[in-house]
């Protein structure tokens, strides 16, 4: 980024701040993630206990990581789930519960957080990548449709930034192929469509709650489902081989560890803490509240951004709750006229002093996408059908050359903030937008 106007002119209010102008936003936004006096009391709770994990001995008898996966469960409309140490963590678990490995192909949207693709080669199987529909970014029938075969054991369904994906219809189709469903709700946790909880529609729902997400703990993830027979493998696939205690009929009382050896899979340690626990049992009370007070924010930047042409903000299945992780804006091609996405990116995040952000790059060219590094695939496993560039996504390239992104605290303060981003966008597109233009030949630093 340049520190002054590559033409010296100088310095002023007017002057874009990513020139050495003044931005248009110098107060904080709205901390995230954040904590109230439920979060220090039950982090506290743990600190002082003798139980930091669930795999640790101690007398009390139901851990953290239980009471939220129960609850969150429930809050879902689900009846079992089990919490992971992270969302990867969650993807592979619910593979693997699946069955899925060497040789199965698994459908992932091509635009989406590469987890969602490098948790399938974490277990041996065949990422295949279907296109999004351009005007919500997540999968459709449709896109899924194309790429089905005869070897497709399963299809990851993605709610993305500020859409959900049209899971009822999905489900039409994934039931009628007899495929099942891993619905990932990282981006979505408590959305309400068609009358069920985002993560309820599918075979199993995974979710993340690393730090940026509408949940978080940190670092943290779920599984949720109603099968019993998933329940319990995901179980001890996350806990290397151990179901909860009083499954398997031993006693509670006394010191005695919550989960005990089943040993039916082999799993791995992918278990949630007792401290992301009673960090997330606390936060799961607020959900509802803050999800209320982003959708009203949206709907009112919505009204807004009607005063300035070529600007829409992106959004999916109708939903009667919607969630808004991420605040998507699809710019038309007569107002970029050129400018490269990412520099409008980069001149927005010094007006707003908010990370604002292009989408993420297509899978199929991702430099962090890389399966042929997997360590689940040998130099003798990998062949041409792990490469990613084999797949054509239009639609997903052309939402990674016309969207920006604005983190979802933007929308948890109160009116003012959604004028500055209003006014940040008039700033960089509109009465500013040749001085950018003119900055780009003398700043590849833009280009980043």
């Given at each position: 980024?340049?520190?002054?106007?590559?033409?010296?002119?100088?310095?002023?209010?007017?002057?874009l701040a990513i020139f050495g102008g003044t931005p248009i936003r110098v107060r904080q936004?709205?901390?995230?993630?954040?904590?109230?006096?439920?979060?220090?009391?039950?982090?506290?709770?743990?600190?002082?206990?003798?139980?930091?994990?669930?795999?640790?001995?101690?007398?009390?008898?139901?851990?953290?990581?239980?009471?939220?996966?129960?609850?969150?469960?429930?809050?879902?409309?689900?009846?079992?789930?089990?919490?992971?140490?992270?969302?990867?963590?969650?993807?592979?678990?619910?593979?693997?519960?699946?069955?899925?490995?060497?040789?199965?192909?698994?459908?992932?949207?091509?635009?989406?957080?590469?987890?969602?693709?490098?948790?399938?080669?974490?277990?041996?199987?065949?990422?295949?990548?279907?296109?999004?529909?351009?005007?919500?970014?997540?999968?459709?029938?449709?896109?899924?449709?194309?790429?089905?075969?005869?070897?497709?054991?399963?299809?990851?369904?993605?709610?993305?930034?500020?859409?959900?994906?049209?899971?009822?219809?999905?489900?039409?189709?994934?039931?009628?192929?007899?495929?099942?469903?891993?619905?990932?709700?990282?981006?979505?946790?408590?959305?309400?469509?068609?009358?069920?909880?985002?993560?309820?529609?599918?075979?199993?729902?995974?979710?993340?709650?690393?730090?940026?997400?509408?949940?978080?703990?940190?670092?943290?993830?779920?599984?949720?489902?109603?099968?019993?027979?998933?329940?319990?493998?995901?179980?001890?696939?996350?806990?290397?081989?151990?179901?909860?205690?009083?499954?398997?009929?031993?006693?509670?009382?006394?010191?005695?560890?919550?989960?005990?050896?089943?040993?039916?899979?082999?799993?791995?340690?992918?278990?949630?803490?007792?401290?992301?626990?009673?960090?997330?049992?606390?936060?799961?009370?607020?959900?509802?509240?803050?999800?209320?007070?982003?959708?009203?924010?949206?709907?009112?930047?919505?009204?807004?951004?009607?005063?300035?042409?070529?600007?829409?903000?992106?959004?999916?299945?109708?939903?009667?709750?919607?969630?808004?992780?991420?605040?998507?804006?699809?710019?038309?091609?007569?107002?970029?006229?050129?400018?490269?996405?990412?520099?409008?990116?980069?001149?927005?995040t010094a007006e707003l002093r908010l990370p604002v952000d292009t989408v993420d790059k297509?899978?199929?060219?991702?430099?962090?996408?890389?399966?042929?590094?997997?360590?689940?695939?040998?130099?003798?496993?990998?062949?041409?059908?792990?490469?990613?560039r084999r797949f054509i996504l239009q639609n997903a390239h052309e939402a990674e050359r016309?969207?920006?992104?604005?983190?979802?605290?933007?929308?948890?303060?109160?009116?003012?903030?959604?004028?500055?981003?209003?006014?940040?966008?008039?700033?960089?597109?509109?009465?500013?937008?040749?001085?950018?233009?003119?900055?780009?030949?003398?700043?590849?630093?833009?280009?980043?």
């Amino acid at each position: 980024m340049t520190t002054g106007h590559p033409h010296g002119s100088a310095k002023g209010k007017e002057e874009l701040a990513i020139f050495g102008g003044t931005p248009i936003r110098v107060r904080q936004w709205p901390k995230w993630p954040r904590a109230d006096s439920g979060t220090q009391r039950n982090l506290l709770d743990v600190l002082h206990s003798s139980k930091w994990t669930l795999s640790g001995q101690a007398d009390r008898t139901l851990s953290y990581e239980r009471r939220f996966s129960e609850a969150f469960a429930l809050y879902c409309g689900k009846k079992f789930g089990i919490g992971c140490g992270n969302g990867t963590a969650a993807l592979m678990t619910a593979l693997q519960a699946l069955e899925i490995g060497p040789g199965d192909e698994v459908v992932v949207p091509g635009l989406t957080w590469i987890a969602c693709a490098s948790a399938v080669a974490n277990v041996g199987a065949i990422p295949i990548l279907a296109d999004i529909d351009p005007q919500t970014l997540c999968v459709t029938p449709e896109t899924l449709a194309a790429t089905l075969g005869p070897n497709t054991r399963a299809i990851v369904a993605v709610h993305l930034y500020s859409s959900l994906a049209p899971m009822p219809d999905i489900m039409v189709l994934a039931n009628s192929r007899g495929i099942p469903v891993i619905e990932d709700a990282s981006q979505a946790h408590g959305g309400l469509l068609g009358g069920r909880r985002t993560g309820a529609f599918g075979t199993i729902g995974v979710f993340s709650m690393q730090q940026s997400k509408l949940l978080s703990s940190g670092e943290g993830g779920a599984c949720i489902t109603d099968d019993p027979a998933l329940y319990r493998r995901m179980q001890q696939l996350r806990a290397d081989g151990r179901v909860y205690a009083d499954q398997a009929g031993c006693e509670s009382a006394g010191f005695q560890r919550e989960i005990s050896a089943c040993g039916e899979v082999l799993g791995r340690n992918f278990c949630l803490s007792e401290f992301h626990a009673a960090i997330l049992l606390d936060r799961l009370l607020l959900l509802d509240v803050e999800n209320a007070h982003r959708r009203r924010n949206f709907a009112r930047l919505g009204q807004l951004l009607s005063r300035l042409p070529g600007i829409r903000l992106v959004t999916g299945a109708p939903a009667e709750e919607n969630t808004h992780y991420r605040v998507c804006l699809m710019l038309e091609d007569t107002l970029l006229q050129g400018l490269p996405i990412s520099a409008v990116a980069r001149a927005m995040t010094a007006e707003l002093r908010l990370p604002v952000d292009t989408v993420d790059k297509p899978l199929n060219a991702n430099p962090l996408y890389r399966p042929h590094l997997s360590p689940m695939l040998s130099r003798l496993a990998w062949s041409a059908s792990y490469d990613a560039r084999r797949f054509i996504l239009q639609n997903a390239h052309e939402a990674e050359r016309r969207c920006l992104t604005i983190p979802h605290w933007g929308l948890l303060g109160d009116e003012s903030d959604l004028e500055d981003i209003v006014c940040a966008l008039q700033k960089v597109l509109h009465l500013r937008r040749s001085e950018l233009a003119e900055a780009l030949p003398h700043s590849t630093q833009l280009l980043d």
